[in-house]
């Protein structure tokens, strides 16, 4: 996945850090006030630092992927000059 990734978005060189969790037969399960957490937390971020995946909002890889390609909406739109609008890229497939 990191070589597809890399080679998708042209980047070479090694990984400073990279983190691989799997949780076998298991979805995430959400407490009561999950979704004030997460907002915390992503008001809580860095510029530049935006938070994706299903564990914060929704379980299935549909939700993943809303959750990736709002990502990249967010991270967009910080690195956008003022006025302008950036789009994600269209996916390869």
Avoid: K
Avoid at 26 to 40: F, I, K, S, T, W
Avoid at 66 to 85: K, M, T
Wanted: contains cysteine; positive net charge; glycine residues 10%.
């Amino acid at each position: 996945a990191e070589r597809e990734l890399a080679g998708f978005l042209g980047i070479r060189g090694e990984s400073v850090l990279r983190r691989l969790h799997r949780w076998a037969d298991a979805y995430p399960q959400y407490d009561l006030g999950h979704l004030e957490r997460v907002a915390r937390l992503e008001r809580a971020c860095p510029p530049g630092l935006v938070l994706a995946g299903h564990s914060y909002r929704g379980i299935g890889i549909s939700d993943a992927i809303r959750s990736g390609r709002e990502a990249v909406r967010r991270a967009l739109a910080e690195v956008a000059p003022p006025g302008s609008q950036l789009t994600p890229p269209r996916p390869p497939c």
